[in-house]
């Protein structure tokens, strides 16, 4: 018989684990693994024999979970972990060491978190069932103190030890262990019958014991160490069998040890059996909930431990301090379980709960309660239903908010008859650079929602508060301040689409503009009633260049319906700030435009620096010349390299900057071709010396001019703008060799001598050089290249003070780049620039 149950229990397994790697490697099912699991089945359909049980038990096999894991695997398929199909009996009836590897351990912790996914749990996978935290991770020190007091009321057993000491004639310590038969003895006394019997008891029957043996001798007796006893756990376990704890063990420290309870285990009606009786029934609610541990009593030996299956339960989620899923001992209601999950929090909508169940044909409905109520509070709750508390909106009602341009904006109960001078009562909260002339009022109509908006003149409230354009506030307005700034129109940007989202079929937005020669130009709010004075302080008044003689408004009529008209009109803004004629009531989609005055223009400004006169900022006027402000500043003086000048402009430094930019994708691009070509690469580090000195290169704007004659009238003179700079620097007598020589240097000018003269001072050209492309870059910063080839074509050619010498790098022998001569040249030219500019 034996031989027979482990080849059945080797069936079982060799079944599920031929299933599991077939199922892994995607093999098809053999007609062997077929009978094999045929003959596993028909053995677990049988009753159990207690017998077979048993040797498996010894053996080291729980059959009944190996047949659970057979049963689910022929239902669902689903592949069973080793570890859930072979386990020791002694893990499951004895109280061992944890010798777990961090696999197991992990393995075990993860199988104490439930899923939550029962049939009859309410379906939403952000709630949790409430309370099996409390057993969540391995139990490693949950256990009773053995030093702590013990109650008057213990009742001894086999094991405890008992500390015995007699003092007065005679002077003696005793450690006494009750033994099996429940007893202890005395010298002179005997044996004593002290097991079943309370720790009180106890104490009397041996203080009266010895005081008939001995005279004159006094006994004090305390508790030593306790005994451990046997006591069991079934059900919903985790890990149900067999626990040796100590005598002082209540329920809950069992159900620690055993690793608390399972996913579909009740949290409410844990039973604790004595001889075949419940002897207490515990609630983990009153623990968790209110602290009361007065149903978790103290075990004694041979005592069960039974956790029954979860019963009803109900979720609840939304505004409530505690969203989960909380199982039902009794028929709760609403109120019951608001309570379970710790009550309302503030922003919970009471009057629109909802009770999420499904209705005795399978379909999901949905109740609506109202919390304000005792109907609603005591409507009762079903198995699997979910209360829904939504929270409130964020809009507020009876409240009035200011924004904007003061220290202390924020909320204000609203009253009837609150005014805007009862929230701003004075200047001292508004911030600096506040605008008085224009606030402004957003205000929700009621029932509609739509937005309208009211013109506020703070500075005629603040100075007359009797004014009536104190306007009454009404419930949700707000009361915005601005500063004097150019980007209001940009703060109003989202009031004015919504302005434009909420117009509908036949309806316009009310939405004007204004642009031109105001501060703050853009589309504003047409508030109620608006005037063309009013908008003007919207957009933050006019700037000093406006020509408020004629102004244009630009009109769209769409009264017709088919068709829209158009109509300009000129309207003289003085006239009306006099009031001599009447202010202008706008309509939606005006568009105001206020032109500059005729030949207006901004101040304009020119730097003159170095060898000038008077150095210095000049403003000029439109159309003024460079030789005019020269003549202004007093000329140049005598040591004024004029030859030299530096006249740069914003507008060509900007042009230059796009030009490098050009240029530096043009050599990446260039890099790129020559890298894909066979046998051609340019290195990294070759690629990152070129784009690093573009890098470093700053355009300059300059512009070459012939300024001896600009200055003597015989070059065509140049019309100055704004910003221009002219750095004039002293006369210089040196002649620079600078590239591919030896020693790059200055040399003294000498009218006698010729380029190739020059460049013999430096060391003569390397053997890099190429001697094809040499220029000079001249002291005005233009770049002279003569035509033709070798030296011959040097011959004619003039060196003047203050000139540069380049000798370029051959790049068909460095470098693959046909870019590279170019970008060098740049280079050089901008570098003798920005070294002229330092120098002045």
Avoid at 126 to 142: E, I, M, R, S
Avoid at 343 to 371: E, Q, W
Avoid at 555 to 576: M, W, Y
Avoid at 583 to 589: A, G, N, R, T, V
Wanted: proline residues 5%.
């Amino acid at each position: 018989m034996k031989n027979k149950v482990f080849t059945v229990i080797f069936a079982v397994i060799l079944s599920i684990h031929t299933y599991q790697i077939q199922a892994d490697e995607g093999l098809p099912v053999d007609m062997n693994f077929q009978k094999a699991l045929k003959d596993a089945q028909r053995f677990c359909q049988k009753k159990m024999d207690p017998m077979i049980a048993k040797m498996a038990q010894q053996a080291g096999y729980d059959v009944e979970s190996l047949c659970k894991s057979l049963k689910k695997l022929s239902a669902s398929g689903q592949q069973i972990k080793e570890s859930e199909i072979s386990k020791r009996a002694n893990e499951k009836t004895e109280n061992q060491p944890e010798k777990d590897s961090k696999k197991d351990s992990k393995q075990k912790d993860k199988q104490l978190e439930p899923s939550f996914q029962q049939a009859d749990q309410p379906e939403d996978p952000q709630l949790q069932l409430f309370g099996y935290d409390l057993f969540a991770g391995k139990p490693t020190t949950f256990q009773p103190n053995a030093h702590a007091p013990v109650e008057p009321n213990y009742l001894l057993g086999p094991g405890d030890e008992l500390n015995i000491q007699f003092y007065g004639k005679v002077n003696d310590y005793f450690v006494q262990v009750v033994q099996r038969d429940g007893s202890i003895s005395f010298p002179k006394i005997g044996p004593v019958r002290v097991a079943g019997m309370s720790f009180v008891e106890v104490k009397q029957l041996i203080n009266r014991k010895v005081a008939e043996e001995y005279i004159g001798v006094k006994v004090s007796v305390s508790l030593g160490a306790l005994r451990s006893m046997q006591v069991f756990v079934f059900g919903e376990a985790h890990r149900p069998g067999r626990y040796s704890v100590p005598s002082l063990s209540t329920i809950t420290n069992v159900l620690h040890l055993s690793g608390g309870v399972s996913e579909i285990a009740s949290l409410r009606n844990i039973q604790l059996k004595r001889k075949g009786k419940i002897q207490a029934e515990l609630d983990l609610y009153d623990l968790l909930l209110h602290g009361d541990r007065s149903d978790d009593i103290r075990l004694q030996a041979g005592d069960t431990i039974f956790i029954p299956t979860i019963g009803k339960t109900a979720g609840i989620q939304g505004q409530v301090r505690r969203p989960a899923i909380y199982e039902l001992n009794t028929v709760p209601s609403v109120r019951k379980l608001i309570d379970l999950a710790g009550g309302l929090l503030p922003k919970a909508f009471k009057s629109k709960a909802r009770i999420k169940r499904v209705d005795h044909l399978g379909f999901m409905t949905v109740l609506d309660i109202d919390l304000r109520t005792d109907k609603g509070l005591d409507a009762k709750i079903k198995n699997g239903d979910l209360l829904v508390i939504e929270a409130v909106a964020d809009d507020a009602n009876n409240i009035v908010t200011l924004l904007g341009n003061i220290y202390h904006p924020g909320e204000f109960l609203w009253e009837e008859g609150l005014k805007v001078s009862d929230i701003v009562p004075s200047s001292d909260g508004l911030k600096p650079n506040t605008d008085l002339n224009f606030a402004l009022i957003r205000r929700e109509l009621m029932p509609s929602g739509k937005i309208t908006t009211l013109f506020i003149d703070l500075a005629e409230i603040l100075s007359n508060p009797q004014s009536s354009l104190n306007y009454s506030l009404l419930p949700r307005d707000e009361l915005i301040i601005f500063a004097n700034q150019p980007d209001r129109a940009e703060d109003l940007m989202q009031l004015v689409m919504q302005l434009q989202q909420q117009a509908r079929v036949g309806e316009v937005s009310k939405v004007v503009s204004i642009a031109g020669a105001v501060q703050s130009p853009g589309d504003y709010p047409m508030t109620e009633n608006m005037r063309l004075t009013q908008l003007v302080a919207a957009a933050g008044g006019l700037q000093e260049q406006a020509y408020n003689q004629s102004i244009e408004l630009s009109r769209s009529d769409f009264s017709s319906g088919e068709k829209v008209v158009f109509s300009h009109q000129t309207i003289n803004l003085v006239s009306i700030f006099a009031g001599k004629q009447p202010d202008i009531i706008l309509k939606p989609y005006d568009k105001i435009n206020i032109r500059n005055l005729p030949d207006y223009r901004e101040i304009m400004t020119v730097t003159l620096g170095g060898e000038v006169l008077l150095p210095g900022d000049y403003t000029f006027l439109n159309g003024e010349t460079l030789s005019s402000v020269i003549a202004r500043a007093g000329g140049l003086t005598s040591s004024a390299h004029s030859d030299a000048a530096v006249f740069t402009r914003e507008t060509l430094r900007e042009r230059e900057m796009q030009k490098i930019e050009l240029l530096r994708d043009q050599v990446k691009a260039d890099i790129t071709s020559v890298n894909l070509q066979d046998g051609k690469s340019v290195s990294k580090e070759h690629e990152q010396q070129i784009l690093g000195q573009l890098d470093k290169e700053r355009a300059l704007g300059r512009l070459v001019i012939d300024l001896n004659g600009i200055v003597q009238g015989s070059t065509a003179d140049i019309a100055l703008r704004d910003g221009d700079q002219l750095l004039v620097p002293e006369y210089r007598q040196e002649v620079s060799v600078m590239g591919e020589v030896p020693w790059p240097s200055a040399h003294q000018y000498d009218a006698t001598l010729r380029i190739n003269d020059y460049l013999g001072l430096a060391g003569g050209a390397k053997a890099s050089a190429d001697k094809d492309r040499i220029y000079v870059v001249k002291v005005n910063g233009s770049v002279r290249i003569p035509k033709g080839s070798g030296w011959p074509r040097w011959g004619n050619f003039k060196i003047e003070p203050g000139d540069t010498v380049v000798v370029p790098m051959d790049m068909d022998q460095q470098s693959s780049l046909s870019l590279w001569s170019e970008v060098t040249r740049i280079i050089y030219q901008l570098s003798l620039g920005a070294a002229a500019l330092k120098n002045l």
